[in-house]
């Protein structure tokens, strides 16, 4: 008996067989007598005989696992389950985070409010008090308390006419004492005082001869100690450790310092803090056994390091095989990516990860049901394999379910998922092989989000595509485009990151501007308002580096400071409170 195979696979053959109504094949009217005669062996066809031809239509009832978390679809090989986590986000701020749980959505499980505050869905944010400690303003130079449900924070120390007041630590207090401005500069390494009416803000210690004092926490003070450069953790042996990079994740922040050891804050859950455990640190952890990174990437919850020596080492989640050591078992210390010696970049998406070997080619490991690893195919592997085709990488960046290169030419290509156009190939077309992304060819830097990508030109502009539900295109409009869009407004940009629905841009001038989705602060300019256009973050005019991850978004600032706004659900602001921000927050120290 002749078997006849169904011309369906992935998401849009499913569904477009079904929706025209066409059968995928028919054998000649000779083939068959019944029903049986038409069995092609695939378990998500219906295979009938009708007027002696055989007709396969691919069933979706068959492929349906009752799990409302996944993209159900028919294969040559069968049912296929790809997993759509985004699928169960229902946009309510006050339902927190949106999660899988069991095959389906769970729309409930974390208020992102205290257990004492309220959630308003129309302001979306926390509002109310029940004990002081919600009342905590993050002013040193406050007493913070919930009077009848309200906030007060007084100044503990008010002037006078004549100035401070005696064992004063602020600079001015209101009328009745109940406003205040602090002589808090913002550096947690900083005594803030205020004498003879002025703010005096020294070093806690301070350097000599260039060497920490001991316990030392400060890289360097200077004249007369009135200046203070943050060495973000500790002084590492007797010279200071800035930070020199950080890169956040889905709920985790990590960062490297000049010494080559890497910190991170966040949540733990997988392992993804590297300190050898599963506790969320609200506050900063170093990563066990690392001491010469070079570079670090954070995504979904997976970390990354490039080493001194070309070598990567992941740890965290291994789900498909993302730390690239040939398992599949998570790691809460780093392990090795199998293989890899020369690698000059690396890149961490949603569940897999990507690394630029010296010679231009790109090679990736992980989850890669939608073809994120560029090689062709969407069996996910646990070792890395080389992205078809592309020998001349000059720049790597990974998002949810997709990956991008940037060309020597300056053109763009992108591969994996792209539901929302994300690939910028004009279509939304899945790829398991680079596509050029359209009418762009002096690109001089690529930022990938979760379901768009963003680009800076050679003169300074940002183009954006893909999906766009939250504003992340920055386009004044929600909605998606598969071909890029122009970012109107923005000149001498510097850097530029793309976050879960938000993306921001780094201007020459160290100014930050953001834009999409702020329902927890994400944007940072002091609201909890959705951004269609950039707006400036509060109070960031030095920043030298910049990062977005999936709702919260951090900068290092020219003193190698590293602050951080939006959620703090999991401790990723590195504050050590589980309030969200929506203005940037210095992290705290070790």
């Given amino acids: 008996?002749?078997?006849?195979?169904?011309?369906?696979?992935?998401?849009?053959?499913?569904?477009?067989?079904?929706?025209?109504?066409?059968?995928?094949?028919?054998?000649?009217?000779?083939?068959?007598?019944?029903?049986?005669?038409?069995?092609?062996?695939?378990?998500?066809?219906?295979?009938?005989?009708?007027?002696?031809?055989?007709?396969?239509?691919?069933?979706?009832?068959?492929?349906?696992?009752?799990?409302?978390?996944?993209?159900?679809?028919?294969?040559?090989?069968?049912?296929?389950?790809?997993?759509?986590?985004?699928?169960?986000?229902?946009?309510?701020?006050?339902?927190?985070?949106?999660?899988?749980?069991?095959?389906?959505?769970?729309?409930?499980?974390?208020?992102?409010?205290?257990?004492?505050?309220?959630?308003?869905?129309?302001?979306?944010?926390?509002?109310?008090?029940v004990a002081d400690l919600d009342c905590d303003d993050g002013n040193p130079n406050t007493r913070d308390s919930c009077?009848?449900?309200?906030?007060?924070?007084?100044?503990?120390?008010?002037?006078?006419?004549?100035?401070?007041?005696?064992?004063?630590?602020?600079?001015?207090?209101?009328?009745?004492?109940?406003a205040c401005v602090s002589c808090d500069d913002g550096d947690p390494n900083t005594r803030d005082s205020c004498a003879g009416g002025s703010c005096v803000n020294?070093?806690?210690?301070?350097?000599?001869?260039?060497?920490?004092?001991?316990?030392?926490?400060?890289?360097?003070?200077?004249?007369?100690?009135?200046?203070?450069?943050?060495?973000?953790?500790?002084?590492?042996?007797?010279t200071c450790d800035e930070a020199v990079e950080v890169s956040a994740g889905a709920g985790h922040t990590c960062a490297r310092q000049a010494s080559g050891r890497v910190a991170c804050w966040g949540r733990n859950r997988r392992g993804q803090l590297g300190d050898g455990t599963r506790v969320d640190g609200a506050t900063a952890v170093y990563v066990m056994g690392l001491a010469d990174a070079v570079e670090i990437a954070v995504g979904g919850d997976t970390s990354c390091a490039?080493?001194?020596?070309?070598?990567?080492v992941c740890w965290g989640s291994n789900d498909g095989g993302r730390l690239g050591d040939g398992t599949t078992i998570s790691s809460s210390t780093p392990v090795t990516v199998s293989g890899l010696t020369d690698a000059?970049?690396?890149?961490?998406?949603?569940?897999?990860?990507?690394?630029?070997?010296a010679s231009g080619r790109v090679v990736c490991w992980g989850s890669n049901y939608v073809g994120q690893l560029g090689d062709g195919t969407t069996m996910d592997r646990s070792t890395p394999v080389t992205v078809s085709g592309l020998t001349d990488a000059v720049q790597i960046a990974a998002g949810g379910a997709l990956v991008c290169a940037r060309r020597a030419s300056g053109q763009l290509v992108c591969w994996g998922?792209?539901?929302?156009?994300?690939?910028?190939?004009?279509?939304?077309?899945?790829?398991?092989?680079?596509?050029?992304?359209?009418?762009?060819?002096?690109?001089?830097?690529?930022?990938?989000?979760?379901?768009?990508?963003?680009?800076?030109?050679?003169?300074g502009s940002v183009l954006c595509w893909g999906a766009n539900s939250s504003g992340q295109l920055g386009d004044g409009s929600t909605t998606d485009s598969s071909t890029p869009v122009t970012v109107p407004g923005l000149t001498g940009v510097a850097e530029i990151a793309a976050g879960g629905y938000h993306t921001c841009a780094r201007q020459s001038s160290g100014q930050v501007v953001c834009w999409g989705d702020n329902s927890v602060g994400q944007v940072g300019d002091g609201s909890n308002i959705q951004r269609v256009l950039p707006?400036?973050?509060?109070?960031?005019?030095?920043?030298?580096?910049?990062?977005?991850?999936?709702?919260?978004?951090?900068?290092?600032?020219?003193?190698?400071?590293?602050?951080?706004?939006?959620?703090?659900?999991?401790?990723?602001?590195?504050?050590?409170?589980?309030?969200?921000?929506n203005v940037p927050r210095n992290i705290k120290p070790l």
Avoid at 213 to 232: F, H, I, Q
């Fill in 1 to 129: 008996m002749l078997r006849v195979l169904p011309a369906c696979g992935g998401h849009g053959g499913l569904d477009a067989s079904i929706d025209s109504g066409v059968a995928d094949s028919t054998t000649d009217a000779s083939e068959c007598s019944g029903d049986t005669d038409c069995d092609d062996g695939i378990a998500c066809t219906l295979d009938r005989c009708a007027a002696g031809a055989c007709r396969s239509v691919p069933d979706p009832r068959a492929c349906d696992d009752g799990n409302e978390c996944t993209d159900d679809s028919c294969s040559d090989a069968g049912c296929e389950h790809a997993s759509n986590r985004a699928s169960c986000d229902d946009g309510v701020f006050c339902n927190g985070f949106d999660t899988c749980t069991g095959g389906s959505c769970d729309v409930h499980p974390g208020d992102p409010c205290s257990m004492t505050t309220t959630c308003d869905e129309t302001s979306s944010r926390c509002v109310g008090c």
């Fill in 147 to 178: 009077a009848g449900g309200s906030c007060v924070n007084e100044c503990t120390a008010c002037t006078s006419a004549a100035g401070c007041l005696a064992g004063g630590s602020v600079a001015a207090c209101g009328s009745g004492g109940v």
């Fill in 202 to 238: 020294e070093c806690a210690t301070c350097f000599s001869g260039g060497s920490c004092v001991a316990g030392d926490t400060t890289s360097a003070c200077g004249v007369g100690g009135g200046a203070c450069a943050s060495c973000l953790l500790s002084c590492g042996g007797v």
């Fill in 306 to 312: 490039r080493r001194a020596s070309g070598q990567v």
């Fill in 344 to 357: 000059v970049e690396i890149a961490v998406g949603g569940g897999h990860a990507c690394a630029r070997r």
């Fill in 417 to 459: 998922g792209n539901s929302k156009g994300q690939l910028g190939d004009g279509t939304t077309t899945d790829r398991s092989t680079p596509v050029t992304v359209g009418g762009l060819t002096d690109a001089s830097e690529i930022a990938v989000g979760t379901g768009h990508v963003c680009a800076r030109r050679g003169a």
């Fill in 535 to 581: 707006v400036a973050v509060t109070g960031l005019s030095d920043a030298v580096e910049i990062t977005t991850g999936y709702v919260h978004s951090c900068a290092r600032s020219s003193s190698s400071q590293v602050l951080c706004w939006g959620s703090n659900a999991d401790g990723q602001l590195g504050i050590g409170r589980a309030f969200s921000s």
